[in-house]
């Protein structure tokens, strides 16, 4: 079946430049993660969302970082006034159950977006 | 602050022989364990998964966990030059419900 898709694969943004990432996760997954890797890193974790509610943002970085799932499928990680630190590739991951009582399940992640600001 | 700790490498391991791969963690209460595989430019990519203490064999992989001595490892057998790769350790738990990852060992395979 159809993995976890996102878009766009590549981003040049300038700086101050507001950016949209999208997310389109495995069909009935229920969670649904963001992670930021920058290179020679692992990935890390940004926010995560059970459905549509958004439990977990203890990752963002700043305020300029926003993410949202509004009906429980699609989601859109947002970058405000985008900074040089911010060039890094962007993952989501989805997962089929719920992170409960600290056991997440297998994440399956997509392909990612690139951004570099410049 | 929970933390995943690897070795760098590079692991250089002939073909065919055993490629063994480890990771330590720091926060006790970590329930859930995964290894990732990473090619150049690409993201990761679910090989195992571990949840209790002892060994999980899913064909050429066998993951091992230990919680007394918070540690986990990654066994490759017959390794083939495709298994060149950065393998990451993920850790769940500790506060955050996303993933912890160790920064990655880098495997090669020498044909």
């Known amino acids: 079946g159809a993995g976890v898709s996102q878009s766009p694969r590549y981003k040049v943004a300038k700086r101050g430049q507001d950016v949209a990432l999208r997310c389109d996760p495995i069909?009935?997954?229920?969670?649904l993660f963001w992670y930021q890797q920058a290179l020679g890193q692992g990935p890390e974790f940004l926010t995560y969302f059970q459905n549509e509610a958004q439990l977990d943002k203890s990752g963002l970085p700043s305020d300029r970082f926003f993410a949202e799932r509004p009906e429980g499928s699609v989601s859109t990680l947002k970058i405000q006034r985008t900074q040089q630190e911010d060039s890094a590739v962007y993952l989501c991951?989805?997962?089929?159950?719920?992170?409960?009582?600290?056991?997440?399940?297998?994440?399956?992640f997509g392909p990612g977006t690139r951004l570099t600001v410049t | 602050q929970k933390e995943v700790e690897q070795n760098s490498g590079p692991l250089s391991v002939p073909e065919g022989a055993i490629a063994s791969l480890n990771c330590t963690y720091s926060?006790?209460?970590?329930?859930?364990f995964f290894w990732y595989r990473q090619y150049s430019g690409k993201s990761p990519e679910l090989i195992m998964s571990?949840?209790?203490?002892g060994d999980k064999e899913d064909g050429r992989f066998t993951a091992q966990l230990n919680k007394a001595s918070q540690y986990v490892s990654l066994l490759i057998r017959d390794s083939q030059p495709s298994d060149s790769a950065t393998y990451l350790c993920?850790?769940?738990?500790?506060?955050?419900?996303?993933?912890?990852f160790g920064k990655g060992t880098h495997l090669i395979i020498q044909p």
């Open positions: 069909s009935g997954h229920v969670s």
């Open positions: 926060d006790r209460v970590s329930q859930s």
């Open positions: 993920a850790v769940s738990g500790g506060g955050a419900d996303g993933l912890t």
């Open positions: 991951a989805s997962s089929l159950k719920a992170v409960f009582r600290d056991r997440a399940y297998e994440q399956y």
């Open positions: 571990i949840y209790s203490n």
